[in-house]
C-alpha cells in the first residue's frame, strides 16, 4: 500500500526531469515534495496513532527509503523523518512530545542529528563537544540536512555527570551556532556546525544515566539500516536503467547487450543487487526483532551494501560510456547518491570492522 | 513461509543435529569429515541410516514412501548434514531420477525402481554428458534405435560419477533427428550389466577415481525403460535439473568449511605466533564469513519467494553461482592455511589408512577436496552457462 | 635499448626534475598538484614554458622543431612532469594532429600549422565522436559534400573536450557512402571561427565544463584543409591513435597518486590514531603499490621491446588498461582517505579560490578528479574495445 | 642459444605424453633426462668456468627455469643445480669444491637445501635444529628432492658461535638421518627429515661468522627469481593451451573462445602474463645488478606471480571445463605445479609482507 503510493507520487511528481528545479534551487530540495509528504502522512509513519502516525519500526518504513534512493529524493526524510524523529521519540519528555511531534508530522520543523565531529568515517567517531551550564561548546562536520533544519539535536559531553554523551536539542538559528551550508555530492545539503555556548534544552525523558548513549546507537543502526534501503532502491534503479541501456544502445550494428562479456557483468550486478536486498531484509528484521547478533547483520548488511554499490555504480557508468559520466543523466547522479551513502554512519572499513569483530568465536 | 511451516522444520533441524551427534555411523562421519573417500559399503551404509527416519527420500510425496517435506524441510536436512561434516547425500537416486520416475513413469516402472532406490538397494548413475555435448547437452550423439521391443544404444557417455557401482544409469539418449536438436532425445534407464556396457575409469586431478567413461556398444535395453514418450527426453532433463537444484548444502558446506578452516588458523604457527594474528590472513577469513552471511540470506530469501510462489527461474542459478565461487574460495584459503601440508599429497593415505605426510588428520582430505572441488563450477551447468541462464530469463538480454 | 639511448633519458630527467623544482610557474603546480580546473591562460602558460625549451614538441623530429626524442625520453618526458604533479601536457596540437601534418600533410598545411601548434599559438580541438558513434567510430555520421574548392560540412561531435576554447578542430568526415564504413572518411582541419559552427557545453559529473557538443551547420571547408586524400581518414586516424598512446604519464600519475594518498593516510586520524595504522587500509594501500610497481615494470618492458622492434600491437591497449585501472583504484582509494571530505563538494571552490568546505587543500580537487577520472576507461577507446583489440591482435580470437 | 637447445630437447625428449612413464616411477623423475642434461653441461652452468660452467648468474640460468615449468619438469634442476650448487660456490672450501663440482656438472651428484622447519609459509621459518659435536639434530620438512639426494646441505645452529646458523654437508644415507620420502602435489619428490646426530661437514669457505647466513639469504633469493621463472614457463604455456583451447572447442555450433565473455578473460590472463613477465625479469635484473631495494623488486615480484599464478590456473581448468579436472590432461598438472611453487620457499602473504615493509617510506 504505502509501497505502491509512494512508487505513484514519485513516479509522476519526482521524475528526474522535473527534480532538476529543486536540485539547483537554493534550499537543494522540493518544498512541495516536503509538504506532500507531511500531507502524505510519511513524515509520521514512526509517531505513535495519536500522533497522527503508524508507530512503524524502521521495516515498515524501508519502501520510503528505497524510493530516497530509487528516485535520488533531496528531501530530509532521513534526516529528520527517520533519524531525527526516531532520537525524539526515544529520548524527549512528554512535554517535548507534544510539542515537537504534530510539527514533526505535517513537515513544518525539520530536525538533524548533528553527532559526526571528525572527518574519519573509519572508525566510530568519539564525541569532544560537551555541555555546561546549560549551553553547547564545540563543533560537527558534515550534518546531512543541518542546512535546512529547524532544530538540531545534539550530541556532547555532560560535564556534570562524568562525561557521558546526552542529547540535546537546540534552535538551528540561536546565538553563537554558526552554519556553514554546502552540498554534499549528491547535491543535498549539509552543514558544519560551530557551537560556541550555544543554548541548549536536553532531552529529558527520564531513563538510566547511558539512556541516551543507547539512544544514539540504536538511532545509528535504524540510520544504517534505512541507508541499505536507499542503497537497495538506488542500486535496482540503476541496474535496471543500465539493463535498458545494453538493451537500446547500438554500436557495431547491434545492442551493446548482445555482446556476452557486458551480458555476464549485468549478470554480475544484478546478483549483488539479489544479495543487497537479502541482506538488508535481514537488517531490517534483526532491527525490529531484537535478535542476538544484530550488529553482526546490521554491519555485515552494510559492508556487503557499500562494496556492492561501488561496484554496480562503477559499472554502471562504465557500460553507459561517455554518457554515463555527463550530469545530464540520471546514471552519474546514482554514482554520486552512492558514494554518500558509502561514507555516512561510517563507511565500508568500518562496518567490516564492526562485524568482523563478531566473528571471533569459532564455528557460529 | 507460514509459522507452521518455520516450526515444522526447527523441529526436523533439531532431529538432525541429534542424528549427527548420535546416530549417525562414527566411522563415516569421521572419514567424510575430514573429507576422505568413502567406498560404496560405506555411502550404502550411511544411505540407509538416513532411511532408516525416512530422510533419504523425506522431499518424496507420502503416497510413494516420502515425507512430504517443504521446500524449508529440504533445505534444513541438507544444510544441517553438511554443518556437521557428514558426507554427501548420494543424489542419483533419491533426487534425480526417484522424482522423474513417479511424475513420468508408468505404474510398473514405479512399483519396480522406486524401492529399492528409496531403501538404497540399487545404485545410480547420471548418464548425460558427452565429449562433444558438455555445455550443450543438446549436442549429444547416444543413439538409441527402436528394434521391436527393444532400443539398440550406441555412443558414450563422460563424467559419470560412480559409474563403477552403479547397477543402473539413467540415460538421454537421441531416437531421432529433428531440426530443433532439443527434439528428439529420451529418457532411458539402462541396466549396466547388459551386454556392451564398458565402464572406463578416470582419474581426476586429485588422483582418485570419481568418473568413469560409460561405452555403450549396442547395448539393449527393452523399451518399457523408456521414461516418458519417445522425444520426451529434454522435457525430463530440464524437470529433474530443476530438483537438482536445491542449496541447503551449500550453505552448511560453507559454514563447516568455515569453522575448519578458524580452526586451522588459530593451530597452525606462522613466525612465532598463531596464523589467525596474521592480520592479512585474518582478514581473508572475515571476508569470506561476510559472503557466506551473504550466501545465506540470498539462500533463505530465495526459499521464502519459492515458497511464497515468487521464485524467479534465475534464483537457482545464483545460488549455484555463489555457492560454488564461495567455497572454492574457503578451500583454497584452507589450503593456503596448511602452509607445506598443502603441497604434500599421498593419495594413499585418503581412505582412511595413515595420516597424509604432513600437517593434520585432515591435511589430505583437505587437499584432495580443493583439487576435485574445482569442478563445482563446471558440472551441473558451468558458471558459464548460469550466467547466460540469469541473463537471458532475469535481464531479458538476448545473445 | 642501448646506453647511449639510456644516458640522454637520465640526462634530461634530471633537466625535467630541475625544472619541475624551478622553472615551472609555481601558481599553476599549485592548482595542478591539487587537481584544480585550470583556465586557457594557465594552460597556454603553461605549454610555452615547456616549449622554452622545446619540450612541447621535443618527440618530433628536428627538420620539423623537434628534439627527435626516442620512445625512452618521450616516456620520461610525460613520467617526470606527472610525478611532480603537472598538469596535463595538453595534446590535441603537439601530440595528435602535429604529427597527422607533418606526416601527411602538404608544404603548406606543415609551414600554416605546425609553428603555431609548437608554440601553442593555436588551441586545437578533436571531432571525433558523435552520438551514434563512440566505440563503433567508423558509424560516424558528419558529413561533408565537395561543393567547388569547399566542403560543406553537417553534423554534430561530441565529448569535444576544451572546444570552448579551440581555434581549429582536426574532425573526421564522411564524404562518401562505402560499403565497408571505414572507406569514405576523410581527415578535415575546421576553422571553429567558421560561420554553422556552434559549441555546447556539456557539464561531466564533476560539474566542471571539460567537454562539448559541437553542431556543424552548413560549414564552409576549403578543400586545402583536408589532410591527405579523401578517403584516407581512417589510416590517418589510426596513426593518430597509434602516437596517442605513449604512457609515460600513467606511470608518473600513478606515483604521484600514490604518494598523495600515502601522506593523506599518515595524516588523516582515524579513532585516535593514524588512518595509516587502520590495517585493512594500509594494506589496500600496500595492494596498490603493486600494482603500480607491476604498471610500471610492464611499460618499460613494453618500451624496451619497442624500441628492439619486437614491439606488439597489443602492448599500447594493455597498457592502456592497465594504467586506466590502477589509477582508478588509487584516486577512489584517496577519496575514501578523506572521509567525510570526500563526501562533500563545492564546485565554486574548484579553480582555486577558496578551500572546500572540508579537508585538506586539495580535498575538492582530489574528489573532482576521480569523477572526472571516470571517463579515462571510456575515451581514448573503451576498456571494453581494448579488449576486443588484444583478444583478436594478440591472441588471435574472433568474435 | 640455450633457450634454443632446451625447448628442443624437451620438445622432442620431454613430451607430456612421454612424461608418464617418469612420473609414475618410483624415482618421480627421468634418470636418461637427468643425465643428458648433465651431458648438455645445463647442470654446469653456475660453476666456474674451470669446473666446466659458464659461471652464469640465476638470469641466465633463466631459460632452463622456464622449461621446468612450461614442460613440468620432474629433475632436481632447481633443488640441486640452482640452490644447492650456489650454496656450494659460495660456501664450500676449495677443497670441498674440488670434491663436489664436478660430479655436479655431471649429474651423478644431487644436493638438496635442508632448511624449513615447521609448516608455515607464512613468513621466514625460524631454524632450530643445531649443530654440536660435529653432529646435526633436529629435523626439516618438505624438503624438495631430498628424497633422491645423494647429499644435503643442512641449515643448524652452531651451538659454540652464539647460536649462528650455519651450512653443513650430509651424507643422505649417514647413520642417524631418517629420511620420510613422499611426493609434492606436482609428482616432484620431496622428503621430511630427522636428524638424530648426524655426522656433518661444515661449508668451510673461510668468511664473516654470518656469511653462512648471508649465502642462506642469497640462495633463498636466487631460489625466489628461478621459480618467478619457473613459473613464467608454466604460465605461458598454460595460457597457450587455454586460448588453443577456445579455438578448437566447438559448443552451440561454434568455437567457445568466440565467446566475448571468454575472450576478455582470457585477455585478463595474457596481461597477467605480460606482467609475470616483465616482473620476473625485473627481479633478474635486481638479482644480479645488486641494485638498491632488491628484496622489494625479488618479493614484489614473487607475491604479484602467486596471485597471477592462481587466476590464471584456476581460470585454465574453468575455461577447459569438465577435461580441465581430469589427470589426463596437461591443463591439471599446470594447476598443480603452480599450487606447488605458491608454496616453496614461501607463499603470496610472506613475499607480500617483505614487499610491502619496503613500501613503509613516503614517495618512491
Known sequence: MLRQSIERYTAEHYTFEGRWAALKSPRAYSEQAWSDYGHFGWLALRLPQESGGVAAGVRTTAPLMEAVGARLLLEPILASAIVGTGLILRRASADQKAQLLPKLADGTLKVAFAHQETLNAFSEDAISSEYRGGAVHGSKVAVLHADCANRLIVSARKRDVGGTVSLYIVDAVARGLRRQRFRLLDGRGAANLSFDGVEAEPLNASGAIDADQAAIAAALEEAIVASCSEALGAIRALNAATNQYLKSRKQFGRPIGANQALQHRMVEMHLLEQEVRALTLAAQRALSELEVGRTRIISGARAFTCSAARRIAAEAVQMHGGIGVSDELDVSHYYRRLMVLGTLFGNRECHFGRFAATCEAIGH | ?399
Open chain 2, 1 to 399: 513461509m507460514s509459522l507452521e511451516q518455520w516450526q515444522r522444520a526447527e523441529r526436523l533441524r533439531v532431529e538432525i543435529q541429534e542424528f549427527c551427534r548420535s546416530g549417525m555411523p562414527s566411522d563415516i562421519l569421521r572419514k567424510s569429515s575430514r573429507h576422505l573417500m568413502l567406498n560404496k559399503d560405506e555411502y550404502v551404509r550411511w544411505m540407509r541410516a538416513l532411511q532408516s527416519r525416512g530422510w533419504a527420500v523425506g522431499h518424496w510425496p507420502r503416497e510413494h514412501g516420502g515425507l512430504d517435506w517443504s521446500a524449508l524441510e529440504r533445505f534444513v536436512f541438507e544444510d544441517e548434514l553438511a554443518r556437521a561434516g557428514c558426507p554427501w547425500v548420494i543424489p542419483f537416486g533419491v533426487k534425480y531420477v526417484g522424482p522423474v520416475i513417479y511424475t513420468f513413469g508408468t505404474e510398473p516402472q514405479k512399483r519396480r525402481f522406486l524401492p529399492p532406490i528409496a531403501a538404497t538397494d540399487q545404485w545410480w548413475a547420471q548418464g548425460y554428458s558427452e565429449p562433444g555435448a558438455g555445455s550443450d547437452l543438446a549436442a549429444l550423439r547416444t543413439a538409441a534405435e527402436l528394434h521391436g521391443d527393444h532400443y539398440i544404444v550406441n555412443g558414450q557417455k563422460c563424467w559419470t560419477t560412480y559409474a563403477q557401482w552403479a547397477d543402473w544409469m539413467f540415460c538421454l539418449v537421441r531416437t531421432a533427428r529433428d531440426e530443433r536438436v532439443q527434439n528428439g532425445i529420451s529418457f532411458l534407464l539402462i541396466d549396466l550389466r547388459s551386454p556392451g556396457v564398458t565402464i572406463r575409469p578416470v582419474r581426476t586431478m586429485d588422483l582418485c577415481h570419481h568418473v568413469n567413461e560409460v561405452w555403450l556398444d549396442n547395448v539393449r535395453v527393452p523399451v518399457e525403460n523408456r521414461v516418458g514418450e519417445e522425444g520426451a527426453g529434454w522435457k525430463l532433463a530440464k524437470f529433474l535439473l530443476a530438483n537438482e537444484r536445491t542449496y541447503g548444502a551449500g550453505v552448511g558446506e560453507a559454514w563447516f568449511a568455515l569453522a575448519r578452516l578458524k580452526t586451522l588458523a588459530a593451530d597452525m604457527s606462522c613466525g612465532g605466533a598463531r596464523l589467525i594474528s596474521n592480520s592479512g590472513f585474518h582478514r581473508r577469513i572475515d571476508e569470506l564469513e561476510l559472503r557466506v552471511v551473504a550466501l545465506e540470506a540470498l539462500s533463505y530469501q530465495a526459499l521464502a519467494d519459492m515458497m511464497s510462489g515468487a521464485e524467479s527461474s534465475a534464483e537457482a542459478s545464483m545460488l549455484k553461482l555463489r555457492a560454488s565461487e564461495v567455497y572454492q574460495d574457503l578451500i583454497e584459503t584452507t589450503v593456503d592455511a596448511l602452509g607445506y601440508a598443502g603441497i604434500a599429497y599421498d593419495p594413499g593415505t585418503l581412505h582412511g589408512e595413515g595420516p597424509p605426510p604432513l600437517g593434520p588428520d585432515d591435511a589430505g582430505g583437505i587437499l584432495r577436496y580443493h583439487l576435485y572441488n574445482r569442478a563445482a563450477t563446471i558440472y551441473g551447468g558451468s558458471s558459464e552457462i548460469q550466467r547466460n541462464i540469469i541473463a537471458k530469463s532475469a535481464l531479458g538480454l538476448q545473445p
